[in-house]
């Protein structure tokens, strides 16, 4: 039983970071259409931003607010320069974003290295207490508490806000909520912001989840984030919160039990949700053109 406790608080850890990623994944790819195979670059920049930050000035709070807004920077300059006439226009928008993904993962090594850079916990996140056989990560419940909060927040913003409607409505029918004097177009760039943002942000809480980061962290955590907005379905903040908790619990398993299935079983999870669901668990169903 403590075995099975320790992993599944380790899993939920895992997942709770996971949402965060997924979450600014989702707004994007989910309510803009957007296919944004950068989303791992931004986390990676937030990680490396605040990992530095931090190391030089040993103000945690204050390196995560630059890690999201390294996030939301970027973001703002690829909408802005590269993406905001490519809407609809799936193709253009993977070659493009897989061709900034490959310059942020490059270019990361030119101001920090290749070697990657430690990331410590606060002293103040640091203690660890054992209850029973279960050893409970300070940093981790930290995490944890963290993702939950996003989570009120997002939905909270999507569903009880004046922006939230206007997001919705303009998924729905653009050119209608532009008739009616909104600038959607403004409006599409705060999203994106907004998931880019969380990207980053998210990187700056996984540097000292992992106790690293390093260039290869972007790319591994975008295809797992890929693999979550999937499962919980396209522009479901909701479904990225279960898919995130699905995948971490699941993979803490398997990564405990079978290390050498630790990656597949994330792809048979979707497989098999895609088999039930093909629009994902909270995804909405669209009609073929």
Known sequence: MDVFLTLVIGG???????????????LIFGLLQVINFAH???YLWGAY?????????????????????????????????????LYHHGTNQILITMGVMLILSEFVKVPFGVNGLNA???SFLSHSWLVGHVVLVEYQWFTIVVG??????????????????VIRAGVENAGLVEACGIPIRNVFTVVF??????????????????????????????????????????????????????????????????PSLSVLVTVLVMAVV??????GLFGEARAAA
């Open 12 to 26: 939920i850890g895992d997942g709770a970071l996971y949402f965060l990623i997924a979450a600014g994944l989702t």
């Open 40 to 42: 791992g670059g931004l």
């Open 49 to 85: 931003m605040a990992t530095f930050l931090y190391a030089v000035t040993h103000q945690f709070w204050l390196a995560l607010i630059v890690g999201a807004g390294a996030g939301a920077v970027l973001g703002i300059a690829m909408e802005r320069g590269l993406l905001g006439r």
């Open 120 to 122: 410590p916990t606060p």
């Open 148 to 165: 939950a909060m996003v989570y009120l927040v997002l939905h909270w913003l999507l569903r009880r806000t004046r922006l939230g409607m």
């Open 193 to 258: 912001a907004l998931g880019a943002a969380l990207a980053g942000f998210a990187g700056a809480l996984a540097g000292p989840y992992f106790g690293s980061v390093t260039p290869g962290m972007g790319l591994d955590m975008q295809l797992t984030a890929f693999i979550i907005v999937v499962i919980g379905g396209m522009g479901s903040v909701q479904g990225a919160l279960v898919g995130s908790l699905l995948v971490g619990v699941v993979t803490s398993f398997m990564s405990f039990y079978f």
């Open 274 to 279: 895609l088999l039930v669901r093909p629009q």
